[in-house]
Structures are given as C-alpha cells and as structure tokens.
C-alpha cells in the first residue's frame, strides 16, 4: 500500500533557540532562504507525500500563514513587476494539501503523533521530525519509501552516533539483514553509554503502520509526563516485524544553536550563488 500521508511535528516550544523563540516558532526561523519546516514539508513532496498533517500548539500562527495565500504581498508583487518573486510566492500555497492539528499539551511526540490518529485511519504513514534536516541526493524519505513498498514494515531512519551522545537518541538492537538495512529486536529511550544496545540510534525520519496507534494509546507517560514513540515502537515490535535503514546523506541536528549554525554553512555553501562568496569569507576568517 503506497505512503500517501505524512504528520510533521511543530508543537516544541523551541526553548533552546529562547529569546528568539518567544514570539516566533522554531520551526519558522532562516535555513539560508527558507525557513525550517520548509525542508520537511519538500522532503515530504519530493516522496510523494499527497498530504500533511501538521501538529503544531499555541502561538504557532506563523507557520500556517506562510503556506497560506497572501493576496496583498501577490498584489504589491505584481505591481512591482517581480514576477520570479510572485511565483515563489503563489508556488508556497500550492506546494501540498495541508491541514493542520492543534497539541493542547506538549506531552511528547508520540502524544503528538497520536493526535493524527482520525486523519491517518488506517493507512500507512510517515512522521518527519523538522530538527532534523537531511542533505541527500535522494529524499532520505524517498530512500525509505523503496524500502517500505518491498517489506511493507515500519521503516525507522538510523545513524550511527557516538557513545557519550546515546542519552540523547532512541537507540535500536538490532541485526543487519542487509547493507544498511536492519532487523529491529528492540528499542531503547536515551539509554546511557554502557546500557545502549547498539551505537544505531534512531533519528527524525519514519515509516509506520497505521497499529502504532493502538501501541500509543497503550503506553503509559514516563518520568517527565511524556508519551515516548519509541516506547510505542517497542510494543509494535511485539506484534509485527519493524526495519532500521541508515540512509544516504548528512544530518543535521537544527534543534539547538549549534547545529543549526552548522546547517546554514554546510548548506549554503552548497548553494551556487551563495556558496563561493560564503567560502572565500569562511577562508580569510580562518586564517
């Protein structure tokens, strides 16, 4: 059965990014020329996503006017005779049917994802987490799409991560069945370095069945009030095979300073117009 919907996350209150978050959401601020869900919502396209489900919570108006129509910015546009500028415009409302879902309470992501539950019925879908910006050749959903229409299990996206970092990933047990592609016989929440299963830790792209829903509503909160979708995943894995995939491409981690820091080097200097200036400037500053 094809992927036809994917939920994107944007309920966070982004209190890393604080004050800059505290009248604009995350997922809103620059990556280069785009803000950060964009990434997500034309990873979600360029798969064949057909629609998305966005969950986002209060004061998160922003993201649903930016794929909105803005007749007066179209119309100032045109009489200016910015016409490139119009058709980006015009092409943003355009891109992909959306509809979005409001998080009451920020109790986790898999109370997130759960909140879809009426929307998704019972289709396969995918969740794309939009910290996560992945540079690849190929959509990394793309990537575990093919992998989904040949095993028809959930499909879960992995890298390898160092082993003072597992206490911030879901990490999987796992064994390799092929290159890249891993049986999952289990899944551990942020475990410490000496507890992880594996150095496979899970990251913001995944593929799931339309049980894990039922695998939701039977996870208690943890410590924090929380409903961890790892936890979910691990009582899915009881009931049905699931596949790890370690995709093709760079990762970065926008959902601190940091990171997304390195996000706007990395993918600006991969932009032709951008990147020569960008590194001629990053040369002399590093002399």
Not at 81 to 96: F, N
Not at 196 to 202: C, E, K, T, V
Not at 238 to 247: D, E, G, H, I, R
Request: aromatic content about 6%; hydrophobic content about 40%.
């Amino acid at each position: 059965m094809k992927v036809r919907k994917a939920i994107i996350t944007a309920a966070g209150w982004g209190t890393r990014f604080l004050p800059a978050t505290k009248s604009q959401p995350k997922e809103m601020l620059p990556l280069v020329n785009k803000p950060l869900i964009q990434y997500s919502v034309e990873e979600a396209i360029g798969s064949g996503i057909e629609q998305i489900i966005l969950v986002t919570a209060m004061g998160k108006h922003a993201i649903e006017d930016y794929f909105d129509r803005s007749f007066e910015l179209e119309y100032v546009l045109g009489q200016k005779g910015e016409e490139l500028l119009l058709q980006d415009i015009r092409r943003l409302s355009k891109m992909v049917d959306i509809c979005y879902i409001r998080q009451k309470e920020q109790l986790g992501l898999g109370h997130a994802v759960l909140m879809a539950r009426n929307i998704i019925a019972d289709e396969p879908f995918a969740v794309l987490l939009p910290d996560d910006v992945i540079d690849s050749p190929i959509p990394a959903l793309k990537q575990m799409m093919d992998i989904w229409m040949q095993q028809s299990t959930s499909v879960i996206a992995v890298e390898r991560v160092c082993a003072e970092h597992t206490r911030r990933y879901g990490i999987i047990d796992a064994e390799e069945v092929s290159p890249r592609i891993y049986r999952i016989l289990g899944l551990v929440e942020k475990p410490e370095p000496e507890e992880a299963p594996s150095d496979l830790g899970i990251v913001g792209r995944y593929i799931l069945t339309p049980q894990i829903f039922d695998s939701l509503s039977a996870t208690a909160p943890g410590r924090i009030r929380e409903i961890q979708l790892t936890d979910a995943m691990q009582h899915l894995l009881k009931v049905q095979p699931m596949t790890a995939f370690q995709f093709d491409g760079v990762r970065y981690d926008t959902g601190n300073p940091a990171g997304w820091l390195e996000a706007n080097v990395g993918i600006a200097l991969k932009d032709p117009d951008i990147g020569p200036g960008l590194r001629k400037y990053l040369s002399q500053l590093l002399r």
